[in-house]
C-alpha cells in the first residue's frame, strides 16, 4: 500500500506532507496536504514550489478535505430494487460485488456497442480535464463518438472556446496578469478568486493593483466589480451593444486600431464581395487583398500596405476589406442607441472606447528576454456572462473585436491564450498554428466527437444523437439539445436517444436545467450507471452505483498540463494519494486509487481493451518501449508509469510521481507571448459563417426540419433575447453569479464552506435593487418568491441592496438540490431556466441564463 | 501583522484557513472578511475588509477578565487560556473588535480533522465548551518556527495561516519592533499606517494600510 501513496517528506514543509493537486475547480492548484498519524487529513496548503499557485489556496482549497471521513460515503457498489426512478423515490439500494457491478455493465456496453456504440451517453465534467489522453482513448476505444461535458457545457465556454481557437490557438484567453493596464471584464470575475489562472492572475495584479485599470461590466457589483476600479451596471444580455459601439467608437469615431497587426496577422485586408464572401484568386482558395500599385494580390503575396479601407472594384465586382464592411456595419451602434439598449450612458459608452483605445498604447513596444515585442496593455475578458444567451456567438464574435482591433493577442499587456496546444509535449514542445489555405489559424479543438471548436467549420451532417452536434458545425458541444429533443420529441424528427448512460462527477439534475425536464430525460435511459463519492441527485436515478474517490485519494499523473499563461513558469504535475482509501475497488488485492481502473477494467470485461491500448497509443503519442501492447494486459499503475516516462522522460516514472511529482520549466519568449512568432491568420470577419448557414439549410432541408440558422453572420450584431423587453409583471430578468467560496456545485455539501455561506446567507438570498423592491412592497430580509414568465418559482431572502440593477434579481452559487445533505433552501438557479427553442442558441449551443420573472413577497423578515 | 485592505478581493480564503487551522468552534471565525456595502446605485460597492484580533498593547479583554484567562505574551501575542476562563464573558463586551467568541458547545464544523484528544501539538485546536476562545496570531506556528530555527512570518510553517493562505498577499507578518522588518518596511513603503478604531485607544498590532 505503501508504494502507491505519496511521499510524505522531500516538500518545502518537510515531514507529514504530501503534494498532491487540487480538483476542486478548473485551476487544479498545486498543494501540500498534511497528514497525521491516524491517516486523516487536517490540512491544505498551497505547494510553495510549484510557480503555478505559488504557495497559495483559496477558501475552496482550503477546505478541500472536508469529506474524505463522510458517514454517508458510498463504498460499495449498488443496485437499484425498485424499478420506479424520480426526484424523491427511493432506489432501495442492495449492496453487490464488484464483479457482479462490472459485469452487468460489461453486457449493457457491450450489447449497446453491438447495436450503435454513440447511443452510449457518457457524461462527465472532469474527466478529460484531469485524466486526459488516458480518459479520450478509453471513450475511442469503446467507439463512442466522445463525452459529453454534461453538466457544465450547457452553460461552459460555449462562445469562449472556439473563438479562443480561432483568433488564438488556444482554449480560452486569460487578460495578462503582469502586463495588462486596462481591463474590461465583461460579466467576467477575472481578478477575484473565481475564474481560470486564478491565483497568478489574483496575486500578480494585487502586487500592482494602483497600475492597472480594472472595470467590472456587470449587471451585478460581483466579487470582482467589487474589487474593480469601476463598476458599470448593464441590462442583463446588452453586452454585444455596448462591444459594439466602443468598435464604432475606436474605429470610425476615434481611429484608434492596430493597422499593422490588422494587415499582417488578421483578415482585415482580405476583400469582401457585396455578397459577404470573400473575393479571391480566380480558381483558386486565397482571398485578394488590395495593394494600391499592383491592384488586388493574394494575401500572402507580400503585400506591404494592403489596404484596410476603401472600394475597389475587383474582377468586375465592388469589393471592400472586411475592415471596412465591419467599420460600415457598426455605424449604427451610436452611443445614443446603445445607451437605449444596455442603459449604460452614452457618455460612457464614448469614455470606455477612448479609454480603452489609448491604454492599447498602439505602436509601443516592450522588451521580453531580450527581445523587442508589441506592448497592447489593454483587454477585455468574459465567460458565462455574455456567453449564456440566445445569441451567443454573436454575443462572443463581438467581444473578441476588441483585444484583436488593437492588435492584443498572446502579446504583452494582452489576451493571452491558455496554450493548450501545448498539451502532452512537455518535451519536444512548439507552439505553431496550422494555417488554412486561407491563412487562418485553423488548430481544431482538443478534444473530437461531441466536442468541438469554431474554425474551419465541422461537416454538416444528420444527426447521430439527441444532442444533434452535426448540425452545429461551430459549436463546442450540442448537449442542451437532449433537453429539448426529451421535451419536444416531435420537433427534430426524435433523433436517436441513448440506450445507457454513465455518469461521472457531474450532477446534470442538479447543475443543468430544471429538475423535473432533466428528470424527464433520464428517466427515459434505460440503463444508468453512476460513479459517486456521495449520493448526488442524479446518482440517485442510476441502476448501478459505483463509489468514486476524494481528490486526496487519488493517483492521476496529469491533472495540470496545460500552462499557466504569459510569464512565469510552466508546469506539469498531477495527484497522488495523501491516505489511502479504505475502499475495495474494482480489482481484487490492487489499492483503489482513481476510477480509470473502473474504467479499463469495463473495457477488458467487453472486450474492448485492445482497442483502447491502441487508442491510447495514438493519443497519448506513445513511443517505442513504453507503447502498450494491443493484447497486452497493464495494471492502472503500469499504463501511469509509462505515461510519466513516455512524457518526461525514464527516470520520471510512477516512483518519480509519488516522491516528487513536479515538473517546471522556463517559458522563451515565443511561449510567454507566440503571436508575433507564427503566420496563421486572426479573425475580424467571419466569412466561413457563410458555408457553414448554407451547408446546414441544405442539410435541414433535406431532413425536413426547422432549424434557426439567422446567427450564421459574417459580423456580430446584437439581438434581444427572449427576456428583452417584457411587460410588467415579468419585467425582470433573473440572473445568477458566481461566489469565490464555491465551485460548480459540489462544494455546497462542504460543511465549512456552507456554514460561511450561511454567515452570509448568500445561498439562499436573491438581490433587489431598493427601487424595485420598493415598487413591490418588498424590505430587506422578506420571504420572496421569484416567479418566472414561464412559471417556474423559487424562494429566497430578499437583500435589498443597491449592489444590482433595478431590472435584474441576482442569485448566487449552484445550490439547491434534495438529497442528503443539499441544502434544500438555496436558491436553485438551474430550476428557473427554459428548455425551449427560445433560449438556445443555436449556434454556439448556449442556453439563455436571463430569465424573464416577477418577485414578490410572500412572508415577513425571519418567517418560513 | 500589517494588512493592505487595497489587496483585498473578498475571496475568503485566510477565513476559511483560520477555520481549518484553528478548529474553532462551531460559527466562530476568528479571522472574517467583513464587507459592507458603500454608495448609491450606480455608484455603489462592496468594500472588503480582512480583520482579525488586534492583539492590543493596552488589551480591554485583558483587563476585563476576571479569571485572569486572558494574558498577553512577552511576544505581544494575546491569548485565552481556555481551561482557566468562567465563561464571564466580560472580555466580549470589552472588546471593540468583537473579536473574541464564545463556545456555545457545538462542534467545529470542519470534518476531517483529528479528534480533539490527538497529539499535543493540536492543542490549539481543542476548544472548551463554556469558555472563550479567538485569534492568537497562529502562536502554535510562531513557537514552532522559533523551537525550530525558521524565521517567523517568512518561513510558511512559522506564519499565521491566514498570512499564508492569502492568495492577493493582502497579509504580511513580522515584529514591528524591528525598524528593518518585513512589517516595518511595507508601513514606511505603503503608508500612511492605519489601525481600526484608533478612538478606542487600545494599541493595535494589527496595523492597516489603503483602509476603504
Known amino acids: ?864 | 501583522m500589517v494588512i493592505d485592505a487595497e489587496r483585498c478581493v473578498g475571496c475568503q480564503a485566510c477565513t476559511v484557513a483560520c477555520k481549518t487551522e484553528n478548529q474553532s468552534p462551531y460559527d466562530a471565525w476568528y479571522a472574517p472578511v467583513v464587507e459592507w456595502e458603500a454608495g448609491e446605485y450606480p455608484d455603489a460597492t462592496l468594500n472588503y475588509l480582512p480583520t482579525l484580533c488586534n492583539h492590543c498593547e493596552d488589551a480591554p479583554c485583558v483587563t476585563a477578565c476576571p479569571s485572569g484567562a486572558l494574558k498577553r505574551r512577552d511576544d505581544g501575542i494575546v491569548m485565552a487560556d481556555e481551561d482557566v476562563c468562567i465563561g464571564s464573558r466580560a472580555c466580549m463586551a470589552a472588546c471593540p473588535y468583537g473579536a473574541i467568541h464564545f463556545h456555545d458547545g457545538r462542534a467545529a464544523v470542519s470534518g476531517g480533522g483529528p479528534e480533539p484528544s490527538v497529539p499535543e501539538r493540536y492543542a490549539h485546536q481543542r476548544h472548551v465548551a463554556g469558555a472563550v476562545s479567538k485569534c492568537t496570531y497562529c502562536a502554535h506556528r510562531i513557537d514552532y518556527g522559533t523551537e525550530n530555527g525558521l524565521e517567523v512570518g517568512v518561513h510558511p510553517l512559522a506564519t499565521p495561516a491566514c498570512v499564508v493562505t492569502c492568495p492577493a498577499e493582502c497579509r504580511i507578518f513580522g515584529d514591528l519592533d524591528d525598524p528593518d522588518s518585513n512589517v516595518s518596511r511595507y508601513l514606511a513603503d505603503k503608508g500612511p499606517e492605519q489601525v481600526l478604531r484608533p478612538d478606542a485607544k487600545t494599541g493595535p498590532s494589527t496595523r492597516y494600510v489603503g483602509l476603504p
Open chain 1, 1 to 864: 500500500m505503501e508504494a502507491v501513496l505519496g511521499a510524505r517528506s522531500g516538500t518545502a514543509y518537510g515531514e507529514g506532507w504530501v503534494r498532491s493537486a487540487c480538483t476542486i475547480c478548473m485551476n487544479r492548484c498545486g498543494i501540500l496536504a498534511h497528514v497525521n498519524e491516524d491517516e486523516t487529513v487536517d490540512k491544505i496548503v498551497g505547494d510553495p514550489d510549484n510557480p503555478h499557485n505559488h504557495g497559495r489556496t483559496c477558501a475552496k482549497g482550503d477546505a478541500g478535505f472536508e469529506g474524505l471521513s463522510d458517514p454517508d460515503r458510498i463504498t460499495v457498489p449498488l443496485r437499484r430494487t425498485n424499478p420506479e426512478r424520480g426526484i424523491g423515490i427511493d432506489p432501495g439500494w442492495a449492496p453487490i460485488t464488484w464483479d457482479e457491478a462490472l459485469d452487468a455493465i460489461a453486457d449493457k456496453l457491450r450489447e449497446t456497442i453491438a447495436d450503435d456504440p454513440e447511443k452510449i451517453l457518457y457524461t462527465s465534467f472532469d474527466i478529460f480535464h484531469l485524466r486526459g489522453a488516458l480518459a479520450a482513448s478509453w471513450v475511442t476505444g469503446l467507439g463512442m463518438p466522445g463525452y459529453s461535458t454534461w453538466s457544465a457545457a450547457i452553460f461552459c465556454g460555449n462562445n469562449v472556446h472556439g473563438i479562443a481557437y480561432m483568433n488564438q490557438n488556444a482554449f480560452e484567453g486569460t487578460p495578462d496578469p503582469v502586463y495588462s493596464r486596462y481591463i474590461l471584464n465583461f460579466g467576467a470575475q477575472f481578478g477575484s478568486v473565481v475564474h481560470y489562472d486564478t491565483m497568478h492572475a489574483t496575486r500578480s495584479l494585487s502586487e500592482r493593483r494602483s497600475e492597472v485599470q480594472m472595470v467590472s461590466i456587470d449587471p451585478v457589483c460581483s466579487a470582482a466589480a467589487a474589487a474593480a476600479d469601476e463598476w458599470v451596471p448593464i441590462r442583463p444580455g446588452t453586452d454585444a451593444a455596448l462591444i459594439l459601439g466602443m468598435v464604432d467608437q475606436l474605429v470610425n469615431e476615434l481611429g484608434i486600431y492596430d493597422a499593422e497587426f490588422l494587415r499582417n496577422f488578421t483578415n482585415a485586408a482580405y476583400l469582401v464581395g457585396d455578397d459577404g464572401r470573400y473575393v479571391r484568386e480566380p480558381g483558386g482558395p486565397r482571398p485578394l487583398v488590395w495593394d494600391e500599385r499592383n491592384g488586388a494580390q493574394p494575401f500572402d503575396a507580400g503585400t506591404a500596405g494592403a489596404a484596410l479601407t476603401g472600394t475597389y472594384e475587383v474582377n468586375g465586382v465592388r469589393a471592400r476589406p472586411g475592415f471596412q464592411v465591419l467599420a460600415d456595419h457598426v455605424r449604427s451602434y451610436t452611443p445614443e442607441y446603445v445607451e437605449s439598449i444596455t442603459t449604460v450612458p452614452a457618455a460612457t459608452v464614448r469614455r470606455l472606447a477612448r479609454e480603452f483605445g489609448e491604454a492599447a498604447r498602439i505602436g509601443e513596444t516592450i522588451e521580453i528576454d531580450g527581445t523587442e515585442l508589441p506592448y497592447r496593455p489593454a483587454t477585455a475578458i468574459w465567460y458565462r456572462g455574455l456567453s449564456a444567451h440566445k445569441h451567443s456567438m454573436l454575443n462572443g464574435l463581438a467581444v473578441i473585436l476588441l483585444p484583436t482591433l488593437v492588435g492584443g493577442l498572446d502579446v504583452p499587456g494582452g489576451l493571452l491564450g491558455d496554450p493548450w496546444g501545448l498539451m502532452g509535449k512537455v518535451k519536444d514542445r512548439t507552439y505553431t498554428a496550422t494555417a488554412s489555405p486561407e491563412g487562418l489559424i485553423s488548430q481544431g479543438f482538443i478534444g473530437g466527437g461531441r466536442v468541438g471548436g469554431l474554425y474551419p467549420p465541422r461537416e454538416v451532417k444528420a444527426p447521430r444523437t439527441t444532442e444533434m452536434f452535426e448540425l452545429m458545425p461551430c459549436a463546442p458541444y450540442g448537449t442542451v439539445f437532449s433537453l429539448l429533443n426529451s421535451e419536444q420529441p416531435d420537433l427534430f424528427g426524435a433523433p436517436p436517444f441513448p440506450s445507457m448512460m454513465i455518469n461521472f462527477q457531474s450532477n446534470m439534475m442538479k447543475t443543468s436545467g430544471p429538475p423535473e425536464v432533466v428528470e424527464r430525460f433520464v428517466k427515459r435511459i434505460p440503463f444508468i450507471v453512476s460513479i459517486s463519492r456521495r449520493f448526488e441527485e442524479t446518482t440517485m436515478m442510476a441502476d448501478i452505483v459505483l463509489p468514486d474517490l476524494h481528490y486526496l485519494e487519488r493517483l492521476t499523473p496529469f491533472v495540470f498540463q496545460h500552462l499557466t499563461s504569459g510569464d512565469g513558469r510552466h508546469s506539469v504535475y498531477g495527484a497522488k494519494p495523501a491516505v489511502a482509501s479504505s475502499i475495495e475497488g474494482p480489482v481484487p488485492g490492487e489499492p483503489y486509487v482513481d476510477a480509470m481502473q473502473i474504467y479499463l477494467e469495463l473495457a477488458r470485461r467487453s472486450g474492448r481493451l485492445p482497442q483502447v491500448h491502441e487508442a491510447f497509443n495514438n493519443i497519448a503519442k506513445m513511443r517505442g518501449e513504453y507503447r502498450l501492447d494491443p493484447d497486452g494486459h497493464y495494471s492502472y499503475f503500469e499504463i501511469c508509469d509509462r505515461w510519466l516516462k513516455n512524457t518526461f522522460g525514464a527516470d520520471k516514472g510512477l516512483d518519480w510521481h509519488l516522491s516528487d511529482g513536479l515538473w517546471t520549466d522556463d517559458k522563451t519568449v515565443e511561449e510567454k507571448y507566440p503571436r508575433p512568432f507564427f503566420d496563421a491568420r486572426a479573425q475580424i470577419y467571419f466569412e466561413f459563417m457563410l458555408k457553414a448557414r448554407a451547408d446546414l439549410e441544405a442539410t435541414v432541408a433535406e431532413l425536413g426540419i426547422e432549424w434557426e440558422t439567422d446567427d450564421y453572420q459574417t459580423l456580430p450584431d446584437w439581438k434581444p433575447g427572449p427576456a428583452y423587453g417584457r411587460t410588467a409583471p415579468h419585467d425582470l430578468f433573473v440572473i445568477n453569479m458566481k461566489v469565490p467560496n464555491h465551485a460548480l456545485s459540489h462544494t455546497h455539501k462542504n460543511s465549512i464552506l456552507s456554514t460561511l455561506s450561511n454567515r452570509h446567507n448568500d445561498l439562499k438570498s436573491v438581490w433587489i435593487n431598493p427601487v424595485t423592491a420598493a415598487g413591490r412592497g418588498i424590505s430587506n430580509g422578506d420571504r420572496v418568491e421569484i416567479v418566472t414568465a414561464q412559471g417556474r418559482r423559487q424562494t429566497a431572502a430578499a437583500r435589498v441592496t443597491q449592489l444590482v440593477h433595478p431590472e435584474v434579481l441576482a442569485t448566487q452559487g449552484c445550490g439547491g438540490g434534495w438529497t442528503k445533505g443539499s441544502a434544500g433552501d438555496e436558491v436553485n438557479f438551474n430550476a428557473l431556466l427554459n428548455i425551449d427553442a427560445d433560449h438556445i442558441d443555436f449556434v454556439s449551443g448556449a442556453l439563455d441564463s436571463a430569465i424573464a420573472a416577477d418577485v414578490r413577497k410572500v412572508g415577513a423578515g425571519g418567517s418560513a
